[in-house]
């Protein structure tokens, strides 16, 4: 059993072109939540989704940044019109349930924006 | 004052050493996570916790609800538990608020 799988891992951009990071959940697990985390600082939730569904995305920023959770294929966080502060390491983890239960985390997408 | 505090934020250890690490927060929670993360790599979950303690190999975690405040222990250290750990608040069923982390070297 894969367990929560992000791609890229490491993506470069310049400033102004947009990010598309990847997240496929582990099977069977239909809950996904997006964290960020800047350098030199701590994880940041940014959005949970359920299949089709962005149950809160009162993490992420309002502008340039989206995130869906299509009925089929991975969970996809877009950033648009990337700047230098977009840098950072984007995690993705999933649960079969809500986090009351385990959560199972990737191995992050790195975005540097140059 | 952030809502989940770590302490100490930088650990150094030989190898064999007992180690504690804190994990205080200000709010109501449901569960708490102890997670460990490598230089460049991903986030492992640890543990889960909402009261008492745990155990899985060499590493313990212990939470007091009421005094607001968990621990990670890990016994007989060795080099390969060098790594950030980080102390996850869950509220609102499944909103995570981490700690900044406490950066750990384990030296043989």
Redesign the interface.
Known sequence: NAGVMQNPRHLVRRRGQEARLRCSPMKGHS?V?W?RQLPE?????MV?LQKENI??ESGMPKERFSAEFPKEGPSILRIQQVVRGDSAAY?C?SSPL???????????S?LTVL | KNEVEQSPQNLTAQEGEFITINCSYSVGISALHWLQQHPGGGIVSLFMLSSGKKKHGRLIATINIQEKHSSLHITASHPRDSAVYICAVVRRGYQLTFGKGTKLSVIP
């Open positions: 809950h939540y964290y600082e701590g994880l940041k939730f949970y149950i809160d995690f983890a809500d986090s009351s239960g385990e959560l199972f985390f990737g191995e992050g790195r």
